[in-house]
């Protein structure tokens, strides 16, 4: 019994041993603002905002500790970061964005049909205007013919409503056009930026998609040769 209290006793004395050379591991060196050496073995509260060294027990460096940062550098650091974020984030939506777009136009022909279809409405609406103010100046000429029998004389009632009711129609298609014509330059254009971006996409597409192979619609020389020598056979 008296050798497992002697071992218990050995057990202990070399864990004190142990964690007082754990505990006293590292010292810490610091030069304060007045120049003054400052030595202990943890981290130094004085000199939190300047450097200190921290040396193994030979005196070898062990490493720097850099001074604790200021509020303005604590703030400069996560607006940097910040900033990181968020370009992280829009370099992902366009990633996904063009992702999307060369989902919907695989190629240009459809793309081009998209903007033919988009634009089909908007020419149909120029060509409805264009087309009523065409019957409305024909219904308006007649109406003048018959102005010329009251020459110097106030216009029948009837006659001048339906005058101004022309003239208010006419205004209207004409203040349309404009407009409608605006929306066809506005669907044009965002075509066109679409454009710029699906040939970069269809000129680097992403990892596993197909690039796209621009195809030429004129007739290739095979073609062009077979058709010359049916038509010489006939």
Same mark, same amino acid.
């Given at each position: 019994?008296?050798?497992?209290?002697?071992?218990?006793?050995?057990?202990?004395?070399?864990?004190?041993?142990?964690?007082?050379?754990?505990?006293?591991?590292?010292?810490?060196?610091?030069?304060?603002?007045?120049?003054?050496?400052?030595?202990?073995?943890?981290?130094?509260?004085?000199?939190?905002?300047?450097?200190?060294?921290?040396?193994?027990?030979?005196?070898?460096?062990?490493?720097?500790?850099?001074?604790?940062?200021?509020?303005?550098?604590?703030?400069?650091?996560?607006?940097?970061?910040?900033?990181?974020?968020?370009?992280?984030?829009?370099?992902?939506?366009?990633?996904?964005?063009?992702?999307?777009?060369?989902?919907?136009?695989?190629? !240009?022909?459809?793309?081009?049909?998209?903007?033919?279809?988009?634009?089909?409405?908007?020419?149909?609406?120029?060509?409805?205007?264009?087309?009523?103010?065409?019957?409305?100046?024909?219904?308006?000429?007649?109406?003048?013919?018959?102005?010329?029998?009251?020459?110097?004389? !106030?216009?029948?009632?009837?006659?001048?409503?339906?005058?101004?009711?022309?003239?208010?129609?006419?205004?209207?298609?004409?203040?349309?056009?404009?407009?409608?014509?605006?929306?066809?330059?506005?669907?044009?254009?965002?075509?066109?930026?679409?454009?710029?971006?699906?040939?970069?996409?269809?000129?680097?597409?992403?990892?596993?998609?197909?690039?796209?192979?621009?195809?030429?619609?004129?007739?290739?020389?095979?073609?062009?040769?077979?058709?010359?020598?049916?038509?010489?056979?006939?």
């Amino acid at each position: 019994m008296s050798h497992l209290r002697a071992a218990a006793a050995i057990a202990c004395g070399l864990c004190l041993l142990v964690s007082s050379a754990a505990w006293a591991a590292s010292i810490y060196q610091c030069v304060d603002a007045s120049g003054k050496r400052l030595t202990a073995d943890r981290p130094i509260a004085a000199c939190t905002d300047l450097v200190q060294r921290e040396l193994n027990q030979d005196g070898s460096l062990k490493r720097v500790i850099p001074p604790a940062m200021t509020y303005e550098q604590r703030n400069a650091i996560e607006a940097r970061e910040r900033a990181e974020r968020t370009k992280r984030i829009t370099n992902d939506d366009e990633a996904r964005r063009d992702h999307m777009l060369a989902l919907r136009f695989p190629n !240009p022909a459809a793309h081009n049909a998209a903007r033919e279809s988009a634009l089909h409405n908007a020419r149909r609406a120029v060509q409805l205007s264009e087309d009523r103010i065409t019957t409305l100046a024909a219904e308006r000429k007649p109406l003048l013919e018959d102005t010329e029998f009251f020459a110097g004389k !106030p216009l029948p009632a009837k006659l001048k409503h339906l005058l101004d009711a022309n003239e208010v129609a006419m205004d209207a298609q004409r203040s349309l056009l404009p407009i409608q014509n605006e929306e066809i330059g506005r669907i044009n254009a965002n075509f066109d930026a679409e454009l710029e971006r699906l040939k970069r996409v269809w000129a680097n597409p992403a990892p596993g998609a197909t690039a796209v192979v621009p195809v030429s619609t004129a007739p290739s020389v095979t073609a062009a040769g077979s058709a010359r020598r049916k038509t010489a056979s006939n």
